[in-house]
Each structure stands twice: as structure tokens, then as C-alpha cells.
């Protein structure tokens, strides 16, 4: 979910938990999506500079209940299964 979709969702009343995934450095994002090889350059370009939109956002304080780096899957996936099933604090 994006910048949008997160905003609409804190202004409802959906209680949720906010996770944000994102590569080691802008360079290995790039390198993955052009080592997949789906997607045109201007794709590609437009994608990026989502992405930069994206995880400049993502540093906003309080936007995100945990980032999660995904430099390695195995690790990634740990943090996001302890988060998952990590009980939800009472709200007072």
C-alpha cells in the first residue's frame, strides 16, 4: 500500500498495523527490477521514482509500525512473521 492508501486508512476507523518492506539501498531496487527483466525502461523509470516518493515517506515518524529492511528474504521474513504475530498493545 502506498502513501494514499496508507493516509486513507488512518483517517477510517479500520484498525491496523502499518509495515513497510524496503530494499538495502535505492541501487539494489534498481538492480532487482532490471535483473527481472519484465518491464520496459520507461516502466522501469516509473517505478523508481514512485519508489523514491515512497521511501521518503516511509522515514516520516509514526507513519509505519516497523520498517522492515529485505536485504535478505529469510531474515525479512522472520521480522515480519514476529511482527505479525507479536500481540497488539491494549490502546488505554
Known sequence: M???GVKQIKK???AARFVFVKPPTFETLEQRLRGRGTED??????RL???????????T???????IVNGDL????????DFVYRPV???A
Not at 521514482?49 to 522515514?59: P, S
Not at 515518524?61 to 520498517?67: A, K, L, Q, Y
Open 41 to 46: 525502461e520507461a516502466a522501469i523509470t516509473k
Open 74 to 81: 529469510d531474515a525479512a521474513y522472520k521480522e515480519l512473521e
Open 89 to 91: 498493545d491494549p490502546v
Open 2 to 4: 502506498g502513501e494514499q
Open 12 to 14: 477510517s476507523d479500520i
Open 49 to 59: 521514482n514512485q519508489a523514491k516518493v515512497e521511501l521518503e515517506y516511509a522515514d
Open 61 to 67: 515518524p509514526g507513519v509505519h509500525d516497523i520498517i
